[in-house]
């Protein structure tokens, strides 16, 4: 009867294979007090299962997460999760256009914007002169690009230059190369001769 | 009867347990989430009381967070967590001296200091199975909740409870049988 009982208790541990389990119900339902066992035993576990499990209140989760201790994380660690954490992007359609048109405006300005330039004045002293114009490296030495007009013997041009540093020559009567006289600085062009040098800044 | 303890599988929980131990503490909401019921169950089975339970399952959560780092990957993080809520049951339990009768059991469910119309609805509410499980020895009744409630083998148990699977199954044994006589006098089991 003992050895019987273990068998019932195998049987609930779930420790049988299938097989065998069918074995031992058909020798239980042969035998009324094992049976009676049987089904008093597995009726107290009926119950239990019939209790179930139970859920905690609503609010439990938050309640715990509110209660946990701040996480010391390293200063590496809190820009990692600054730049890495998930987050959730909500938006609407009058945002996104508006972002939309900040965007496009943005890169409008930012194509046509123009580079700043400052109007450089270049004069020479040359009354006699018929015609006289500057060439250099802001109209890639073209002689006949940069035209000076004449007032009271004085030849003079203003030219909208970016910053830097430009060599130029002033050319008289479209023949005579002549360096600027009254130049910041000079340099030498390779060639024997000195160009005037201008320097250009905000 | 489904066993919540296997819906999140391994590699999830310990995706989950980086993104904590990462910092994203928002994570630990998950396994918040997917294991209060286990936790709020082992813990309200074995101490009898909503609210002692609540307070431990919540204790257990927190406790587990602050040991994240020591957790052994080899192991289910519901296995670990079931060790601390019945760690903490033990605790209470202790503290209790918990050598109460039967029909004294909702006294001994009373973690606080609850008012008088509290314990009789208590006592009412009390299931009777509630009250045969609390006639059981702890070590008999943790059996008992994790094999036929929690449905967990007993190679599960033995790593929660800290005991070899011949031994367990002995507790489970005189557990059954100890409960099918408390439920037998309430004329509940035949």
Redesign the interface.
Known sequence: MKNDL?II?QL??GDLPPEERDHVLHQIQKDPVLLAEY???A???G???R???????PG??R???G???R?R?TLF??I??FFF?SRMLRWNLASAVAALLIVTLAVTMLLTRKPEQVIVRLDLQAPNARQVAVAGDFNKWDSTAGVMTRKNGTWTIELPLRPGVYAYMFIVNNEQWITDPGAEAYRDDGFGNRNAVVRVKI | MGNIMNTMTHQEEHDVIDRCLKGDDEAYAVLVDHYKVLAYTLAFRMLGDADCANDVAQDSFLAAYEGLDRFRRMAKFSTWLATIVLNKCRDRLRSRRETVPIDDVTEVRSCGAPDPEALANAHERTSALQQALAALAPVDREVIILKHLEELAYEEIAMIVGASVPALKVRAHRAREKLRESLEKQGVAS
């Open positions: 273990s208790h609930l541990d089904q008093a035993l009726e107290t576990l119950a239990l299962g209790e179930g499990r139970t859920a905690p209140a439990f989760t309640s715990v997460m209660k946990l201790p996480r994380t660690g809190r990692r999760k954490a």
